[in-house]
């Protein structure tokens, strides 16, 4: 090899024989913005070949180059300080020498590099500009220059990857930083989300559904501050830092809307944000009636809901392939025609019901009528009958039939066990929490939604369900997996890790959960309620699983309450021309109209 010498940019080529075959554009334009501000701080080796010299090394150099020149930042003779070869012969060995024989500089070097760089007084938009890369990326990156030293330590020792750390930088305090990450000894398989919750446990994230609910347009304009994710880029990366500006506004929605159903005429009318199913279970319910039948219709009524209560019970004591009958078919249409009626609220119910009003499941006001407290509600006479309208403390009939109820809640269990076995600490919760409730408190089994027995649930007359199908596609990948016989499982059990096993504990146990409500169940039931706990846990979102259709949900239910659901799922009236649909296809439009609209029969919803 010669000194180096300088080559006008005009008199250089590629070398057609460069290992490189493939060009990152991004790199040549990071590469181009470099020199332009810094020069170029390597030379080019190359070689004579006719009128020209073609470059071995540095083909990207020089394309970056050729690309200043062609923006007119450089001229065409610019002198590229170039190393020159005798010959070609040992070209692909120095070509492969540049491209493999070095030692690229750890990511976080990089990092701390351009926080200096900023500390010494550039700002991001020059650092951007001098290394041809994107504003945000160069805020990114010092995100990632200012974790914890304890943080970008065990990033250099390859403890942790690239977006655990991404993870860590959704605070600046150090210390909750460190405390979380000596929680994640094992942090090679420590989850990136995992590290954000735990980071971000007391935090209000934009999809909360206060947020949804006031809008965050509407938190900003009013002067909230926020905290956002710069490696996340959707609503899971942005958390509201002024709680009480939030409430306030959520507390102001609210009571425009109370306003109007004062209005309706309760005897009382209360705000509660969040109102829980534990705030709701300390009040009896009353609900709207349908507007009463002749006599003679009303007699027809009851003698055709007899028919179809027998029917159904025949139908369920009957073996796994029985078919439906087609006379249920028949008589639902025909008491859903019957039951299709107006729905009132009779005065002696508003005299000592109120309403409250609170945020609901989707973002959205929700208003829960027919609510009692125990002091308003009709005392008992001497012979122990209530003095109102309705026994003191009984259980208010459902606005559903008992045979919609187990439907929806039989795709409720199916979600519930999909769910459970992607969730293996929930799983061993829920079966110690089984077992010792048995073994310790003498508690029912019936009292749990899991069948510890291992009794697994059929989901009979499960149609078009995608949990269920998801339950069997696992069930086919466990039965892969495991021996074929009791003995052998034994062995195997006893050869495998605990995250094997604990997968294996979460698919047999979700297997065995039972949320349904069939007909003699009492909503309220110990086992129902254990269920609510369980989706809780696991954060059940049955839009996940369910979508409302005319055929699982809308032709089962009356046209009123059709029609009150297009209102609650659009947030407007129905069309007049609506209303004077038939059944069938008011079901079948109600399908097409809450499409995408996340809306949820009210037993599928979350509290």
Sequence with gaps: MTDIINIPLSKLAP??????????????????????????????????DGQKYAVIAGGQRLKALQQLAKEEVIEAGYPVPCKVTAAAADGTELSLAENVVRDNMHPADQFEAFCKLVDKGATVTDVAA????????????????????????????EELNLEQVMAFTITDDHEAQEHVFSHFRNSRHADPRGIRDALTENDIAATD????????????????????????????GIFILDTALLDRLVTEKLERAATVIRKEGWKWVEIIPEFSYEEKSKFQRRYAELEPLPPKQQAKLDQLQQEYDSLCDQWSDSSEDEEQPARLAELEEIIGNLNDRDEIWIPETLAIAGAVVSIGYNGRTDVDRGLVRPEDAPKRTAKGKSSGPEEDGKPQPTTFSAALIESLTLHKSAALSAELISRPDIALAAVVHALASKILLGSPAIDTSLQINALQQPFRNLKDSLALNYIQSERQTWGSVIPGTSEALWTWCLDQDQTRLLDLLAFCTATTVNAVQCKPDRPDAQRLENSKALAEAV???????????????????????ILEALREARGTAPAPAWEKLKKPELAILAEQEVAGKNWLPEPLRRS
Excluded: C
Excluded at 216 to 236: I, N, P, V
């Design 15 to 48: 070398w057609k024989g460069n290992v490189r075959k493939t060009q990152n554009k991004g790199f040549i334009a990071e590469l181009a913005a470099s020199i332009k501000a810094h020069g170029l701080q390597q030379n080019l080796i190359v070689f004579k």
């Design 130 to 157: 001098r290394f041809g890369i994107t504003e945000t990326l160069v805020q990114q990156r010092l995100k990632l220059a200012r974790v914890s030293p304890v943080i970008l330590k065990a990033y250099r020792k």
């Design 209 to 236: 559904k206060r947020v949804t609910y006031v809008t965050l347009a509407a938190y900003e304009k009013a002067g909230g501050a926020l905290k956002r994710d710069l490696f996340t880029d959707d609503k899971h």
């Design 539 to 561: 954060h059940l979102d049955m839009l996940k699983w369910f979508f409302p259709a005319a055929d699982n949900y809308f032709s089962r239910i009356s046209k009123p309450q």
